[in-house]
T-cell receptor, first 114, second 112 residues
Framework: DARVTQTPRHKVTEMGQEVTMRCQPI?????VFWYRQTMMQGLELLAY????????DSGMPKDRFSAEMPDATLATLKIQPSEPRDSAVYFC????????????FGQGTRLTVV | KQEVTQIPAALSVPEGENLVLNCSFT??????LQWFRQDPGKGLTSLLL?????REQTSGRLNASLDKSSGRSTLYIAASQPGDSATYLC???????????FGQGTRLTINP
């Protein structure tokens, strides 16, 4: 059963600490999206990769957020230093390139920064 | 800039009713539109994908339509059940950038 896997599922951390979230896309998928979901803003795109190259990270606060794909089976989203306003659910999604394809989402990482 | 709107924000209906959820978008330059379901504290489950060249897609009791020229999509749920209670999100994949732009969702409650 192919699925997008995100770890950890939950993370509570203190303000100022570094947070790393991981995503394993579905095998064979070459596009990866990172989204953040909050009650106020809904789902916002943070970053988008195709064939491991970042195509769009305009939604990401550059001073504290970074996203990478060290290899085709792993995407990471890092926050350093974390702040209480970063508390949200972070979703990873993967798919095939080409506009007519479907996006599949992971279960998300619920981040709480205290 | 593509904007996606879903109306209503919340909907509560008795079990057994047929219902329609609405989604509108401002820019018709899209590849496709996808409807998702999200249960509380869970991820997004894809329900239906409609390509820009298609008018509708069906899966079981769900039927989604797309009118690209008017920037509208509807999700029709037949014979609603309490298990259909969830938040329903629509998202369009915009041409060029290929990213998904989401609406704010409709929170649906089906009362037994």
């Amino acid at each position: 059963d192919a699925r997008v896997t995100q770890t950890p599922r939950h993370k509570v951390t203190e303000m100022g600490q570094e947070v790393t979230m991981r995503c394993q896309p579905i095998l064979g998928h070459n596009t990866v999206f990172w989204y953040r979901q909050t009650m106020m803003q809904g789902l916002e795109l943070l970053a988008y990769f195709r064939n491991r190259a970042p195509l769009d990270d305009s939604g990401m606060p550059k001073d504290r957020f970074s996203a990478e794909m060290p290899d085709a089976t792993l995407a990471t989203l890092k926050i350093q230093p974390s702040e209480p306003r970063d508390s949200a659910v972070y979703f990873c999604a993967s798919g095939l390139s080409g506009g007519d394809t479907e996006a599949f989402f992971g279960q998300g990482t619920r981040l709480t920064v205290v | 800039k593509q904007e996606v709107t879903q109306i209503p924000a919340a909907l509560s209906v008795p079990e057994g009713e047929n219902l329609v959820l609405n989604c509108s978008f401002t820019d018709s330059a899209i590849y496709n539109l996808q409807w998702f379901r999200q249960d509380p504290g869970k991820g997004l489950t894809s329900l239906l994908l409609i390509q820009s060249s298609q008018r509708e897609q069906t899966s079981g009791r769900l039927n989604a339509s797309l009118d690209k020229s008017s920037g509208r999509s509807t999700l029709y749920i037949a014979a609603s059940q309490p298990g259909d209670s969830a938040t329903y999100l629509c998202a369009v994949r915009i041409q060029g950038a290929q990213k998904l732009v989401f609406g704010q969702g409709t929170r649906l409650t089906i009362n037994p």
